[in-house]
């Protein structure tokens, strides 16, 4: 198991942007591990944003970020981020990242290691 640390949440005006990565804690094999965003708004289930394969060539976005949200790696760093651009009140939750060794997937389901989570709150 490893552990995944969520960093860049905050406060930002609709429109905005923001930047969120998440660091593996361990030292490990990072580039074996697939990485996803899910994110999670009061009331409701926690929900597949993006993913991407374990050599950072291949990517899928929930139809409502696509375009306006980008997801990278850097294997060296072990860190996968969430460019986030174009913010709208409804992209508040918090925001959190998720490995699995394997193929990417998009449920929730599917991914054993997790952050702690992240809030991101957009204002109108």
Not at 21 to 32: D, G, L, P, V, W
Not at 50 to 55: E, L, Q
């Given at each position: 198991q490893v552990h995944l640390v969520e960093s860049g949440g905050g406060l930002v005006q609709t429109g905005g942007?923001?930047?969120?990565?998440?660091?593996?804690?361990?030292?490990?094999?990072?580039?074996?591990?697939?990485?996803?965003?899910?994110?999670?708004?009061?009331?409701?289930?926690?929900?597949?944003?993006?993913?991407?394969?374990?050599?950072?060539?291949?990517?899928?976005?929930?139809?409502?970020?696509?375009?306006?949200?980008?997801?990278?790696?850097?294997?060296?760093k072990s860190t996968v981020y969430l460019q986030m651009s174009n913010l709208r009140v409804e992209d508040t939750a918090v925001y959190y990242c998720a490995g699995r060794g394997g193929v990417m997937m998009t449920a929730v389901s599917a991914y054993s290691d997790w952050g702690q989570g992240t809030q991101v709150t957009v204002s109108s």
């Open positions: 942007s923001l930047r969120l990565s998440c660091a593996a804690a361990e030292r490990i094999a990072f580039s074996i591990y697939s990485m996803a965003w899910f994110r999670q708004a009061p009331g409701k289930e926690r929900e597949f944003v993006a993913a991407i394969n374990m050599s950072g060539t291949r990517t899928t976005y929930t139809d409502s970020v696509k375009g306006r949200f980008t997801i990278s790696r850097d294997n060296a």
